[in-house]
């Protein structure tokens, strides 16, 4: 069934940066679409980026377009979001899942929580 870990998060100051990562385990990660979502607190969850099995393609909500990269090394299981420039409306819990997007559905981790507060 596979396992997927993040981390990475913190408490950032706006226009700071932080880079999440998650690790996958269990299935084959370079055969698998990846995405990352982050659900703010008492809301639903929202689809934030997403890359294809090999790396190619990325996309991105508008909100975090310009902002945010998603990255994927299938030689360490790992896909990455760089988050650049962030804002308070970027708080949340972020987990990384199987899928591209734009929908939240899948395997998803436990989740890794990111606060940008001053």
């Known amino acids: 069934e596979g396992q997927l870990v993040e981390s990475g998060g913190g408490l950032v100051q706006p226009g700071g940066s932080l880079r999440l990562s998650c690790v996958a385990s269990?299935?084959?990660?370079?055969?698998?679409?990846m995405k990352w979502l982050r659900q703010a607190p008492g809301e639903g969850l929202q689809w934030v980026a997403g890359?294809?099995?090999?790396?190619?393609?990325?996309d991105y909500a508008d909100s975090v377009k310009g902002r945010f990269t998603i990255s994927k090394d299938n030689t360490k299981n790992t896909v990455y979001l760089q988050m650049n420039s962030l804002k308070p409306e970027d708080t949340g819990t972020y987990f990384c899942a199987r899928g591209y997007g734009p929908d939240t559905g899948g395997q998803r981790g436990q989740g890794t929580q990111v606060t940008v507060a001053s």
């Open positions: 890359i294809f099995a090999r790396g190619l393609a990325p």
């Open positions: 269990g299935f084959t990660f370079s055969a698998t679409h």
